[in-house]
């Protein structure tokens, strides 16, 4: 399975856009690009997923590197409700397993 | 619309106990996940099912662990005789088909004394 890499921990003040990177160098054609997210005590929320095109939806952008190696989870205007470990995971076409990794814990600053 | 449930949301066990963890999911959902989160660790697949049909069960322990989704009622996921290293969240999650996102409940804490 192809994996992703993504830095441990990050911080933002509130209200400012984050931008979370995730490299995925050995991606092949059929893996898609997800996104979830998990606040403390809760279970993990999917948050946007994408294949090549880049996507929006009203929780936030997923922007992939023309090569598909690197991808950025983009929230726009960063809230305390957004504080939560935020996993990037490929998913192969057909496949329905999730492999979660460490994720990054991102703090939000008042 | 409610979101896929999971009850109880804590549960104590002691050594030699069986433990039963019910999952709901969403409507109109016929797929059903389990995963494990050990502590300090991300999630792992355990078992993929469908109404009346086990389709993966790759992801689950060879002894004492069972699951079921019977054609009414919640998915059940059954451990016999836990041990201590059976403490650790247990998350369900519920799709609309196979290749959907999958949306995961709050997940019950399983603590064994």
């Known amino acids: 399975d192809a994996k992703t890499t993504q830095p441990n921990s990050m911080e933002s003040n509130e209200e400012e856009p984050v931008h979370l990177p995730c490299n995925h160098s050995t991606i092949s054609g059929t893996d898609y690009i997800h996104w979830y997210r998990q606040l403390p005590s809760q279970g993990p929320e999917y948050v946007i997923h994408g294949l090549t095109s880049n996507v929006n939806n009203r929780m936030a952008s997923l922007a992939i590197a023309e090569d598909r190696k690197s991808s950025t989870l983009i929230l726009h205007r960063a809230t305390l409700r957004d504080a939560a470990v935020y996993y990037c995971?490929?998913?192969?076409?057909?496949?329905?397993?999730?492999?979660f990794g460490k994720g990054t814990k991102l703090s939000v600053i008042p | 619309n409610a979101g896929v449930m999971q009850n109880p949301r804590h549960l104590v066990r002691r050594r030699g106990q069986e433990a039963r963890l019910r999952c709901s999911p969403m409507k109109g959902h016929s797929h059903v996940y389990w995963y494990r989160q050990l502590p300090e660790e991300g999630l792992k697949f355990m078992v993929y099912?469908?109404?009346?049909?086990?389709?993966?069960e790759s992801g689950m322990p060879k002894e004492r662990f069972s699951a079921e989704f019977p054609k009414e009622g919640p998915s059940i996921l059954r451990i016999q005789q836990v041990v201590r290293g059976d403490s650790a969240a247990y998350f369900c999650?519920?799709?609309?088909?196979?290749?959907?996102?999958?949306?995961f409940g709050d997940g019950t804490r399983l603590s064994i004394l």
């Open positions: 999650a519920s799709s609309q088909g196979e290749e959907q996102p999958q949306h």
């Open positions: 099912l469908q109404k009346e049909n086990i389709i993966d």
């Open positions: 995971i490929l998913r192969r076409a057909g496949s329905y397993q999730l492999t």
